[in-house]
């Protein structure tokens, strides 16, 4: 089975400074798609970055950017030149490719951002 | 395009009763997801709509049942609902076959509470 794990339940940073968020999963397929997504206390789920496991590149989004480490199943993202906006929950989610596979989501780390 | 709403946002209910919740997805997505997020067991996949057939569902009891109309629209109910049915259930859609690649975009929520 797929698990997704988020060994940070809580998370700070001070604005304008940079953070990363931990994820690892566990799979045994080769094929796949990892997401971040955020939930502000709004609690509306927003797609922040993902990445397809066979596309060696990071993905970048803005400010935001992962470590994708395939063989470790590792899957970090980096927050730069955080903002106040950027607080929320993050979640790490895994996809197995294909049709008929659900999205399993990690447990969630809560980012801080100090002014 | 408009996003994916949910209604409605906040619901009451006994035990015993029974509730249904509605999710209009993003224009021309076909396929609806439902998710439950609890504190406790976090976000788990409840089950998958594509074409009016469920394509997917996750580890709930048979309580748990969704449909889905032609116009992709898609309803999810819960009978004899139990104090551990409290929950926000989010709905997120995805445009064409809504295979592992696409992106699931998320709806508000509607958040319930079972006295």
């Known amino acids: 089975a797929q698990t997704v794990t988020q060994s940070q339940p809580e998370m700070s940073v001070q604005e304008a400074e940079t953070v990363t968020l931990s994820c690892t999963y566990d799979t045994s397929e080769s094929d796949y798609y990892l997401f971040w997504y955020k939930q502000p206390p709004s609690r509306q789920m927003i797609l922040v970055i993902r990445?397809?496991?066979?596309?060696?590149q990071n993905a970048t989004e803005n400010r935001f950017s992962v470590n994708f480490q395939k063989a470790a199943k590792s899957f970090s993202l980096k927050i730069s030149d955080s903002q106040l906006g950027d607080a929320a929950m993050y979640f790490c989610?895994?996809?197995?490719?294909?049709?008929?596979?659900?999205?399993?989501f990690g447990a969630g780390t809560r980012l801080t951002v100090k002014p | 395009k408009a996003g994916v709403t949910q209604t409605p946002r906040y619901l009451i209910k006994t035990r015993g009763q029974q509730v249904t919740l509605s999710c209009s997805p993003i224009s021309g997505h076909r396929s609806v997801s439902w998710y439950q997020q609890t504190p406790g067991q976090g976000l788990q996949f409840l089950f998958e709509?594509?074409?009016?057939?469920?394509?997917n569902k996750g580890n709930f009891p048979g309580r748990f049942s969704g449909r889905q109309f032609s116009n992709s629209r898609s309803e999810m109910n819960v009978s004899t609902l139990e104090l551990g049915d409290s929950a926000l259930y989010l709905c997120?859609?995805?445009?064409?076959?809504?295979?592992?690649?696409?992106?699931?975009?998320f709806g508000p929520g509607t958040r319930l509470l079972v006295l």
């Open positions: 709509y594509f074409s009016e057939t469920q394509r």
């Open positions: 990445q397809e496991a066979y596309k060696q």
């Open positions: 989610a895994y996809r197995r490719a294909g049709n008929n596979n659900d999205m399993r």
């Open positions: 997120a859609s995805s445009s064409l076959g809504g295979g592992s690649q696409e992106t699931q975009y």
